[in-house]
């Protein structure tokens, strides 16, 4: 479970992870605009509903990947993103949200990705969620459609830098 202290690392992860695991997909405007929506969500930090996944490297505690689940109504973006809505989702009648998944680039491929979706997915089906929805990047979208997820929406943002950000609206059963 990630905690406060964890910021600074998690931060590191999340610039060595949009700039490596992009570049394959988006140009570098691109990618600069995607930054525009991304981030730490210190409430998902703050609600427990956030992990962390560290390996050992050459005798040292790494961390190589992070993401969890929100049951809040923000769909994605971090403490900066506007539009955020971060009142309690009802499990009755909302989805619960994944949220915030970053792989180091030396460890894609691993089954980071995999082990926080099914961490994020198992948490919120206990929660009482019996929908889960996330907002996936154009890199992303390989895994949550290997793991079962079906787009329901696709927003294009334009960027300050005048590129797009898409932004993949994906949804699955509990």
């Known amino acids: 479970m990630a905690e406060p202290a964890d910021i ?3 931060i590191e992860l999340m610039g060595a992870a949009i700039a490596g695991n992009m570049k394959s997909f988006l ?5 600069a605009a995607a930054r525009e929506s991304m981030g730490v969500d210190r409430t998902l930090i703050e609600d ?8 050992i490297r050459a005798h040292e505690t ?3 990947g992070c ?3 929100g049951k809040r109504r923000t769909l994605y973006g971090g403490d900066h993103t506007a539009g955020r809505d971060d009142t309690l989702s009802d499990p009755a ?3 619960a ?3 915030a998944m970053y792989t180091h680039p030396d460890w894609t491929r691993q089954g980071i990705g995999t082990l926080l979706l099914d961490l994020g997915e198992s948490a919120a089906r206990v929660a009482g969620f019996g929908t889960i929805e996330l907002g996936s990047t154009i890199p992303g979208e390989p895994l949550y459609l290997a793991r079962g997820y079906v787009e329901v929406g696709r927003e294009t943002h334009p960027a300050a830098n005048g ?3 898409v932004i993949i609206t994906m949804a699955k059963a509990l």
């Open 8 to 10: 600074p690392a998690i």
């Open 27 to 31: 140009s570098r405007a691109e990618i």
């Open 48 to 55: 427990r509903t956030y992990f962390v996944v560290e390996a």
């Open 62 to 64: 790494v961390m190589v």
């Open 67 to 69: 993401g969890g689940w």
């Open 93 to 95: 009648v909302d989805a």
């Open 97 to 99: 949200r994944i949220r």
């Open 163 to 165: 590129a797009d950000n």
